[in-house]
């Protein structure tokens, strides 16, 4: 059988190029995203930057850590606190000591990314005044990057100064990416700084968590000895004390998210549509095989000889896949890294497991495409075999029942248990990525039980129109059901992925948007900058008639659940009293009202949070204490969050204000006024819609991106398997197509019926993967409700939109073509072609 086997690949060579063609894309798209994430999980070793040439860097805490039985747990802190005084004192008398200040900038005609500093931390980077001088008085500053020239004047966010010199880095030192304000980093690379002088910067950042010390590290390690949480970095450590020292542990691990997503999506994409073309290219041979099993052999025999097949295409493509994928993996790197994706020293490493882990999984992905078909063939009769060469008759077998229902049951299941047990989980990405896999397999393997009926629908116009074609489209597209339904695969993933990880996202933004109108009374401002509302100006606002003003800040609370797990959450801090006005928190038990000093509103999602019970936290300096729950808040999609009270968040600066309006109070005269006292200051006033608007949620950049990569690598598979799916079926009907030009049919006419039928199969492979994103989405709908969050589903209909049109014309385009060479020969010698 071997020798047959071998005969078999030369005679079918479309229906194995077919295979071979999908088989090597699916096992190049496995190792691309399996090297991608093997080199994504540890970064390389970096110099410190803004503080190469600083003898010593004192830090302030800035971390919380907390003893459990399991060992310790650590957060960052909201609010670092700064290096003690009588430390400072200490220190003062062993050498020098610059306090360093960060603190954003916003410049009109500057780089987007901007971070002032004091001028003396500027010789620890180490900067050079490259032209100009360095600036004296509190409106001059020293910008770096050659954005601006000396003597130029710059409007900023901080006030309008002139630029009097410029910086040049010297060194390791790139301009690149964003730094942001009060110890979170964000970003990748050094910064674009602008130096203010040391009196101008502790006015506009008065606090300062790290000191820059000339002195003795021993002596400094003596100094601060006894002080809790107080750091003292030489080195390399003096790396941690860069604004950006976390960001590549930040960056490996969203980047590990996202390829691992992407990886998780595509190998499933791959294997999915492998095994689909496999089995659809061994069924195309029932003929083949019911005259093989009339010239004597036997079923083992055909199984034997498919294997074989499978096993030799398989090699082939697997080892083909494996040379594509590493092509393919430093363009996806280089790809990533200039979009922003990934830190500029990432790139693709010598890793070998992601190629032995592809090659292996095409093997096996080829071998298990063709078992179900390859015993199935074998188990056919002669006769029965070549009766049903023309007409696809029971296309479900038992297996496909089973795995089919065992599948669709287990996808009911597991949604039923978790939104009776935690609706929440729902909304998390591993969830609605991983869901919509289950149930595109389940349907994929039902899918020949609708395709008939399902064909019907969709034909139910075109049948009624003048001619012939419709009803054609329609007998040919459900006579096939195995074409059909191989066909129709590729869409199938391709919709319903894209309308469930979308649609999942937007939904999820929507129930936001729908919880903070819910939660905005009247008005909203915002500050001009991170510095916030000064006293000033929030005096300035309670005395504006017919306003309730509630001033707010943005601190976190720390809580450790189950003995073992420090959570963060994020904290608003209200005066007491307010809050029960201006902001209609959703309150399930106790009251918004009774919120003081000793007491804290939780929301449902805490461990304990039971009204009058006591808690034990840490608020976000580190400072621990017990509270009592005053009021419980619905979990709602996870932003709910707690509050507390200023007291409890020392040093947090206003970073909103809300407003509601007494009885008789007219909205338009008191929007003038909360604008008035805000001018100065440069607050903006938002209307409520206006702040809901403003507002709206926004998928996390990273996120966006990485469900764009997944649906961009998706479609271009799919498109290229379903071209290659519509080739393979297009070749397997010559003697169809001559038995219609037999007929009478000119040669125009066929080619428009198989045009019409690609049309049919897409539309019902669309139909298919949009049932699949609405029970996805109906069981994210389920969760919110549960959580109190009543929202609309939200499917990206133009995403969806374009990927059916997409598909169509690769579909058209893939079988007309194919299908018009064909027809240029003459009927009677297509009518005696052999299949």
Partial sequence: MLSVALRTLRSRSITFVGSFVALSLGVALIAVMGLALASSLHAPDRKPERFAAAPVVVRGADTLRVSTPIGDRVQKLAQPRAVPAAVVAKLKKLGTVVEDRSFTVRAR????????????????????????????????????????????RVRTDRGTVRVVGTVRVVGTVRVAGTVRVAGTVAGRGFENAVFYTDARAAQLCPTSTQLAVDADPAAVRTAVRGSAG??????????????????DTEALTAMNAMFGTAAGVTTFVSVFVVASTFAFSVAQRRREFGLLRTAGATPGQIRRMVFVEALSVGVLASAAGCVLGSYGAPRLSAWVVDGGLAPGWFTIGSATWPYYTACATGLLVALCGVVT???????????????????????????????????????????????FSDPGDLLHRKTYVSRPM?????????APVVVRPLTRLIAWLPTRLPGAGGMLARENAAAGVRRTAAIAAPVLVTVALAGSLLGATATLNEAKATETREQTAAFAITPASAAGFDAATLRKLRAVPGAEVSATSSSAVYVLEDGVSLIKDEARAADPGPPAATAHLPIVSGRAGDLDDDSIIVNEEWQRHTVGEHVRVWLGDGTRKTLRIAAVMTAG???????????????????????ALT?????????????????????????????VRASYPETNRTTRMG???????????????????????????????????????????VLRLVGAEALMVVAVGGVLGLLVAALNLAGMWSALALLSVPTTIELPWTT??????????????????PAAITLRRRAVELAGTRE
Wanted: aromatic content about 6%; proline content about 3%.
């Fill in 800 to 817: 969806i939109g374009a990927a059916v049109a997409a598909c169509a014309a690769l579909a058209v385009i893939s079988s007309v073509a």
């Fill in 230 to 247: 107080v750091q003292v970095l030489t080195g390399d450590a003096r790396r941690s004390a860069d604004a950006d020292a976390d960001w």
């Fill in 663 to 691: 009885d008789g109070a007219d909205a338009h005269a008191v929007a003038a006024g909360l604008r008035a006292a805000v001018r100065t200051s440069g607050g903006q006033v938002f209307t409520k819609e206006q702040w």
């Fill in 373 to 419: 078909a390859a015993w199935r063939a074998g188990r056919t009769g002669p006769t029965q075999a070549l009766r049903e060469a023309s007409v696809d008759t029971r296309t479900m077998t038992r297996g496909r029942w089973l795995f089919g229902a065992a599948l669709l049951l287990t996808a009911a299941v597991t949604l039923g248990l978790a939104l």
């Fill in 637 to 659: 999609t996870g932003n709910n969050g707690v509050y507390v009270t200023p007291r409890n968040t020392p040093g947090a600066s206003v970073s909103r204000v809300d407003v």
């Fill in 707 to 749: 469900f764009l990569l997944v649906l961009g690598i998706a479609l271009l598979y799919t498109g290229i398997s379903l071209a290659n799916t519509m080739v393979m079926a297009t070749s397997d009907r010559v003697r169809d197509l001559a038995v219609l030009r037999l007929a009478g049919a000119t040669r125009w006419q």
């Fill in 438 to 446: 289950l149930l595109i397999t389940a349907v994929a393997l039902l």
């Fill in 109 to 152: 005609s500057g780089p987007g990314e901007l971070v002032g500093h004091p001028w003396s931390t500027a010789t620890f980077g180490p900067y050079e005044i490259d032209a100009g001088r360095a600036p004296h008085a509190a409106d001059e500053v020293v910008v770096s990057g050659g954005w601006a020239k000396p003597g130029e």
